[in-house]
């Protein structure tokens, strides 16, 4: 089957095995957040074992961060997606599923101007193609979940700055994504906090009962912060060798359906 045939399909509104490359039925991508050495010293490996990439979100104004930034930059070469999670992380005191439980007043979003979400988000994508490398397809996660700055609550604005250097968004929790239907400034996912194999393979087979697109939300691999054992890690790779999956980064599967609508 060709991908123009593939294509056709998605821009036809159908689901199921024709939908990704590959025939495969469902689309899965593994993100990992705020840059924590972790994902270098142990989630990349055991990627490169299996042959997948995955999508790492770096808090870019981390001590940590920078300081392993070629490390970063040669994971980027190799593949991965390393995408922008804003420079020093601010978030909403309200924030769903995890609100902050101690939040300083200058990084509360509830604070924030447009001004100030738009110089946050260019500081980091330019931090990132200066040290990573130039993505035209790297994508955005939001910190927390949180999507809208301001008292009243103003999402426009935060959009708008994402848009000036990003054409998709990591959004909050929920059901995997339909492809008919998904909004790229809304890309849902499923929180990972010490799941065990079980929540991890029941929520990617979600996805292939609706031909949707599965986002799995890390942090910490083996480490403290919500964390996944290294084990259930790895357990979880082998079981996505399925040819029912296609495995790949926020930005290939995002892009593939901008480009197939």
């Known amino acids: 089957m060709t991908a123009d045939t ?9 689901r199921g095995p024709a939908a990704w490359p590959g025939n495969a039925i469902a689309a899965i991508s ?27 979100y ?14 970063w930059r040669r994971a980027f070469e190799g593949g991965h997606e390393i995408g922008n999670h804003t420079v020093r992380h601010p978030c909403r005191a ?26 946050e988000i260019s500081e980091a994508a330019g931090w990132l193609n200066e040290e990573i490398g130039p993505d035209p397809g790297r994508t955005f996660a939001h910190p927390c979940g949180a999507t809208s700055i301001g008292s009243p609550p103003d999402d426009v604005s935060y959009d708008a700055a994402i848009r000036r250097h990003h054409f998709a968004a990591r959004a909050g929790v929920g059901e995997p994504n339909d492809p008919r239907s998904v909004d790229l400034m809304r890309i849902r996912s499923h929180l990972c906090d010490h799941p065990d194999i079980r929540e991890l393979i029941a929520y990617c087979e979600g996805a292939i009962r609706t031909g949707g697109w599965a986002v799995l939300m890390f942090h910490s691999i083996g480490g ?38």
């Open 6 to 14: 593939n294509n056709s399909r998605v821009r036809s509104g159908s």
């Open 30 to 56: 593994l993100t990992y957040d705020d840059g924590l050495p972790d994902g270098l010293d142990r989630a990349i490996p055991d990627l490169n074992q299996r042959g997948i990439r995955g999508t790492f």
């Open 58 to 71: 770096l808090t870019v104004g981390d001590r940590k961060v920078r300081k392993r930034s070629e490390d």
């Open 94 to 119: 309200d924030a769903y599923p995890y609100p902050p439980l101690w939040l300083p007043r200058a990084l509360r979003l509830e604070n924030w101007s447009p001004e100030d979400i738009a110089r």
């Open 224 to 261: 403290r912060r919500m964390r996944t054992r290294r084990s259930v890690h790895r357990e979880l790779l082998g079981y996505l060798a399925d040819q029912r999956f296609w495995v790949a980064p926020v930005r290939d599967v995002a892009s593939f359906l901008r480009h197939s609508r």
